[in-house]
């Protein structure tokens, strides 16, 4: 079973322009989480998507913003991108609501923005 | 609102000696608790996962972990460290009852096995 697939992994930004990126799930998950980690802050959770709707947010601007399509894959996109967004993004991906969740999120690699 | 804290930054082993890594919660409802790993450059690989049980949980890589309720702790423990298990450690919560799959994580603690 392939796992979550996140890309591009690595991408450069100069400020004030905007970054998409991308997240596909393991195959048969629903829920898709996105946070930011940042060796200052940590990990902070950005959202998460089940089923094309955004269920949860957290506290960032809205210059980030995310979706989900129906195949379950999602995508994030930072407007007006600030120095401070430098950070790995990752996206997980669970299977809420089904006998066989057991709660843990399983990670993608990352996408490393960096914005100059 | 759930959180975790991990009071160390780092944790400083000799290798074949016992690893620990601290971490305590807090959630208003039944926590499910979490540990993950995470390497240079990688995601966060899952380690183990307490939800309801036996307080001593088993997990990949030779990791255990032990839930304790009364002082809030799940505290990851692994009885002989490799110089390979040096790498960034993350405890999280989730809260059961509250129906979200929100997971709070701490900051993690960098753990260095010296050979």
């Known amino acids: 079973k392939a796992g979550v697939t996140q890309t591009p992994r690595y991408l450069i930004k100069t400020r004030g322009q905007q970054v998409t990126l991308s997240c596909s799930p393991i195959s048969g998950h629903r829920s898709v989480s996105w946070y930011q980690q940042t060796p200052g802050q940590g990990l902070q959770f950005l959202f998460e998507?089940?089923?094309?709707?955004?269920?949860n947010k957290g506290n960032f601007p809205g210059r980030f913003s995310g979706r989900q399509f129906s195949n379950s894959r999602s995508e994030m996109n930072v407007s007006t991108l600030e120095l401070g967004d430098s950070a790995l993004y990752l996206c997980?991906?669970?299977?809420?609501?089904?006998?066989?969740?057991?709660?843990?999120?399983?990670f993608g690699e990352g996408s490393r923005l960096t914005v100059l | 609102a759930q959180s975790v804290a991990q009071p160390e930054d780092q944790v400083n082993v000799a290798e074949g000696n016992p690893l620990t890594v601290k971490c305590t919660y807090s959630?208003?409802?039944?926590?499910?608790l979490f540990w993950y790993v995470q390497y240079p450059n990688r995601g966060l690989q899952f380690l183990l996962k307490y939800i309801t049980g036996d307080n001593l949980v088993k997990g990949s890589y030779g990791f255990e972990a032990e839930f304790n309720k009364s002082q809030t702790s799940f505290h990851l423990k692994k009885p002989s460290a490799l110089v390979s298990d040096s790498a960034l450690y993350f405890c999280a919560v989730r809260d059961y009852d509250d129906g979200n799959n929100r997971l709070a994580f701490g900051k993690g603690n960098q753990v260095v096995v010296i050979p």
């Open positions: 997980a991906s669970s299977s809420p609501g089904t006998a066989s969740n057991t709660g843990e999120l399983f």
């Open positions: 998507y089940f089923s094309e709707t955004q269920r």
């Open positions: 959630v208003s409802g039944n926590p499910y």
